[in-house]
C-alpha cells in the first residue's frame, strides 16, 4: 500500500501492540515536508489512493481486526483515516448547491422544522465538543484556542 504506515499501525494494533504519546525534550525524528503546490498536492494524492486502497481490502478498519485488542476510540481514529477521502463526494454536492440555486431561480433546500433544528443544534454542540476534546487531550489551552 502507498500508505504502509497506516495499514502497518492498524494491524499492529489488532495484535494488541499499545503506543504512547510521547513528547521527547529533543526533536526525536525529524521529516521533510512538501515546499511547493504541486508536491503537496501530489503527496496528498498518495495518501488518499493508499486510504481507498485500504478501505477497499480486507484490512478495512470496519470489519478486520474484531475480538482482537484494538479499543473502540483507536477503530473510529483507522476509520477516519480510510474513509476521508470519500468525503470529498458529499462535499462535491455541497458545493454545486449555491450555482444549482443561482443557476434554477429555485432554493432547493426546504424550511426547516423544530426537529431539524434541534438536530442542527445537537451536531454543532458535538462538533464544538469534539475541538474542546481534542484540545485538553493535546494540552492546549482555552486562552491558546
Given at each position: 500500500?502507498?500508505?504502509?504506515?497506516?495499514?502497518?499501525g492498524f494491524k499492529m494494533h489488532c495484535?494488541?501492540?499499545?503506543?504512547?504519546?510521547?513528547?521527547?525534550?529533543?526533536?526525536a525524528f525529524k521529516g521533510s515536508a512538501?515546499?511547493?503546490?504541486?508536491?503537496?498536492?501530489?503527496?496528498?494524492?498518495?495518501?488518499?489512493?493508499?486510504?481507498?486502497?485500504?478501505?477497499?481490502?480486507?484490512?478495512?478498519?470496519?470489519?478486520?481486526?474484531?475480538?482482537?485488542?484494538?479499543?473502540?476510540?483507536?477503530?473510529?481514529?483507522?476509520?477516519?483515516?480510510?474513509?476521508?477521502?470519500?468525503?470529498?463526494?458529499?462535499?462535491?454536492?455541497?458545493?454545486?448547491?449555491?450555482?444549482?440555486?443561482?443557476?434554477?431561480?429555485?432554493?432547493?433546500?426546504?424550511?426547516?422544522?423544530?426537529?431539524?433544528?434541534?438536530?442542527?443544534?445537537?451536531?454543532?454542540?458535538?462538533?464544538?465538543?469534539?475541538?474542546?476534546?481534542?484540545m485538553r487531550w493535546s494540552g492546549v489551552?482555552?486562552?491558546?484556542?
Amino acid at each position: 500500500s502507498v500508505t504502509e504506515d497506516i495499514l502497518t499501525g492498524f494491524k499492529m494494533h489488532c495484535h494488541g501492540w499499545r503506543s504512547i504519546y510521547c513528547i521527547p525534550a529533543r526533536p526525536a525524528f525529524k521529516g521533510s515536508a512538501p515546499i511547493n503546490l504541486s508536491d503537496r498536492l501530489h503527496q496528498v494524492l498518495r495518501w488518499a489512493l493508499g486510504s481507498v486502497e485500504i478501505f477497499l481490502s480486507r484490512h478495512c478498519p470496519l470489519w478486520y481486526g474484531y475480538g482482537g485488542g484494538l479499543k473502540w476510540l483507536e477503530r473510529l481514529s483507522y476509520i477516519n483515516a480510510t474513509v476521508y477521502p470519500w468525503t470529498s463526494i458529499p462535499l462535491v454536492a455541497y458545493c454545486t448547491l449555491p450555482a444549482v440555486c443561482l443557476l434554477t431561480g429555485k432554493f432547493i433546500i426546504p424550511e426547516l422544522s423544530n426537529i431539524a433544528s434541534l438536530w442542527f443544534l445537537a451536531m454543532f454542540i458535538c462538533i464544538f465538543a469534539t475541538g474542546i476534546l481534542e484540545m485538553r487531550w493535546s494540552g492546549v489551552g482555552i486562552d491558546d484556542w
